[in-house]
């Protein structure tokens, strides 16, 4: 499909192709672990086991690759298993890596606990100032990890500027776009190197998948990837696949709708006594606002916010809460909530990356606004 189309229409028609065989709209769930050759080496379609390539995984990866403006796209069992492939395809024992002060727990993880185990170092640094990003680089720095909206105090990184830097480095830009999904931001455009998504975020929408993904242009490296994503085989299965391609179909409008209900939450949030600080690109006041609405189409469905009475109050909210469901994870139509200092961000604690104990994390859904904005006013007190 031609990448003149608009998003709305990739995202239902890329990598959608009519079953050759009977007319499906849909593509099928291929869900098969070897395929018939016609004679030794004769392939059909380039298909000879499951792990190397399922035409269910090649249909979501040409979709997303398509979403992203890519050359190429790579489907993962998860958001953490993408990252891994990159990382061990990117880097060897001794390289360096510049990551943000504020990300996903499991990003911190990946590279405290484990990445590190196998040589390779790292720096935090606020990726919203380029200065520090710059002082952060070493002689044997590879990439520089940003998440934008970042994870969970939805900081901004100026992609453009810091794409800038890791070129002048000689380094990778990696781009977790979770947060803002190809329909609000999209970082090749903006010069990143790579994109990194959990699938299982708003690329699914439904809480009912895991999965994870990688996009690139260059070709070289999409190559590389593809050798490392099937020698390590942390692949998405034909039916997770095939959940995360039906999800896209509609995240355009879902995006709409949470940035909607978003932008009435922050505005509730900021009148409220109990409320001491609302954390939202949206928000003209929050310090990354005038980059995120140049490099975003709108502000996404993710709300933070601190809780007056420190981290008791802050987690009877969660508590209290009743539409808003207690939960981890993120990106579901449904609306969810979470104390991220003792849920999501765990594992940070007493590190540069530790969040305050008084944050609650919002996940706003699609459901009625005034709903939503009812069940918070309740939870608050």
């Known amino acids: 499909m031609s990448d003149q189309h608009s998003f709305e229409t990739l995202a239902i028609h890329a990598g959608n192709t009519a079953d050759p065989l009977t007319g499906a709209v849909v593509p099928p769930i291929y869900q098969v672990s070897t395929y018939k050759q016609d004679g030794v080496g004769g392939l059909r379609g380039g298909y000879e086991y499951s792990r190397s390539a399922n035409p269910t995984r090649t249909a ?5 690759a398509a979403l992203e403006g ?41 590279f405290a606990k484990v990445a590190s185990r196998w040589g390779v170092e790292f720096s935090v640094a606020d990726t919203s100032d380029v200065a520090a990003v710059r002082a952060a680089i070493q002689p044997r720095t590879k990439a520089i990890w ?12 100026d992609i453009a500027a810091i794409a800038g830097v890791a070129r002048s480095a000689g380094a990778r ?30 690329m699914g929408g439904h809480s ?26 942390a692949v998405a299965g034909p039916f997770d696949a095939w959940l995360v391609l039906r999800g896209i179909k509609t995240l355009a409008v879902r995006m709409d709708r949470h940035s909607e209900n978003a932008t009435k939450v922050t505005d509730l949030l900021t009148r409220h006594p109990k409320v001491t ?22 502000f996404g469905g993710m709300v933070s916010f601190r809780v007056a009475g420190g ?25 969810l909530l979470e104390h991220p200092g003792r849920m999501t961000h765990a594992s940070a604690a007493g590190s ?18 005034d709903d939503l904005l009812a069940d918070l006013t309740q939870a608050l007190g």
Do not use: W
């Open 173 to 202: 830009l990696v781009v977790d776009n979770t947060f803002a999904s190809p329909y609000l931001q999209q970082p090749l455009a903006l010069g990143a190197d790579v994109v990194v998504h959990s699938t299982t975020k708003y």
């Open 352 to 369: 540069p990356l530790e969040v305050p104990a008084d944050l609650v994390r919002l996940s706003v859904g699609i459901e009625n606004g």
């Open 208 to 233: 009912d998948v895991v999965g994870g993904a990688l996009i690139v242009n260059d070709p070289e490296l999409s190559e590389e990837l593809a050798y490392h994503q099937n020698a390590m085989g």
């Open 70 to 110: 890519g050359r190429r796209g790579l489907a993962f069992a998860s958001g953490l298993a993408a990252e891994d492939c990159l990382l061990r395809t990117l880097l060897t024992p001794g390289d360096h890596v510049v990551i943000p002060n504020d990300a996903y727990g499991g990003t911190f993880r990946l």
């Open 311 to 335: 981290e008791e109050a802050a987690v009877e909210v969660c508590n209290r809460a009743k539409l808003f469901t207690l939960g981890e994870s993120l990106g579901g139509v449904e609306s």
């Open 146 to 157: 940003v998440e934008t909206p970042s994870n969970p105090l939805l900081g901004i990184t």
């Open 277 to 298: 600080q609302v954390l939202y690109p949206g928000l003209p006041e929050h310090q990354g606002h005038e980059v995120a609405a140049k490099q975003m189409k709108a």
């Open 60 to 64: 979501l990866e040409e979709n997303l």
